[in-house]
């Protein structure tokens, strides 16, 4: 069972729980995954508060499914799940940073938004936030609105037109570690 979390960059995937019918099925644990291309960052194993995680014959009459009873949000490294008893909420810590940089693949992602608002004759200010395996990133322009640059370490700017031509604009960011890897990120700047 798949569910997602509070950030774009990650999801869990839930095992040991029968997605249909909410019956636990064994041990069931939660894998943190990269939404990018569902690579495994850190697994949570025997979470035996979920074990009796299960629906009455006609749906649960609290309306809580399996996919409300586990919450990831990533920014607080956290993990919460809601044992069927419904008489506790479980906080788990996550150190995503050290999973991260302890992973045998090559990891590298963003975390910050892929979406931005500005205001004309404003000066766009906003740090690229990344998380990398194989230690510093470096950034470069691909490409973007005259004037928008991006130095070394991702802080991207822009003065914003008075009268912008356009409602949106785009910049895609080439973002690499010393591992080699290589990935682009595209920023939307919408223009209110």
């Known amino acids: 069972m798949l569910i997602p979390s509070t950030s774009p960059s990650y999801y869990l995937g ?7 019918s909410g019956q636990a099925s ?11 291309n569902g690579t495994e960052i850190v697994t949570v194993q ?5 074990a009796g995680a299960a629906r009455a014959e006609r749906g649960d009459a609290d309306c809580m499914t399996i996919d409300k009873r586990f919450h990831f949000i990533p920014a607080a490294n956290l993990l919460i799940t809601i044992p069927p008893t419904n008489d506790r909420l479980v906080l ?3 150190d995503l940073d050290r999973a991260i940089a302890s992973s045998e693949k090559p990891l590298l992602l963003v975390t910050s938004p892929s979406e931005l608002s500005a205001r004309p004759r404003q000066d766009l200010v906003h740090q690229v936030q990344t998380r990398s395996s194989r230690g510093a990133v470096r950034f470069e322009l691909a490409t973007g609105p005259p004037g928008l640059t991006v130095s070394p370490d991702g802080t991207l700017n822009w003065r914003v037109p008075l009268a912008p031509e356009n409602k949106a604009y785009e910049a895609v960011l080439t973002i690499s570690d010393p591992s080699g890897r290589q990935i682009f990120h595209t920023i939307r700047i919408k223009v209110e």
């Open 92 to 94: 788990r810590r996550l």
């Open 26 to 36: 064994g041990s069931v644990a939660a894998t943190v995954r990269l939404a990018s």
């Open 14 to 20: 839930i095992t040991g729980v029968n997605p249909v």
């Open 46 to 50: 025997e979470l035996t508060e979920m």
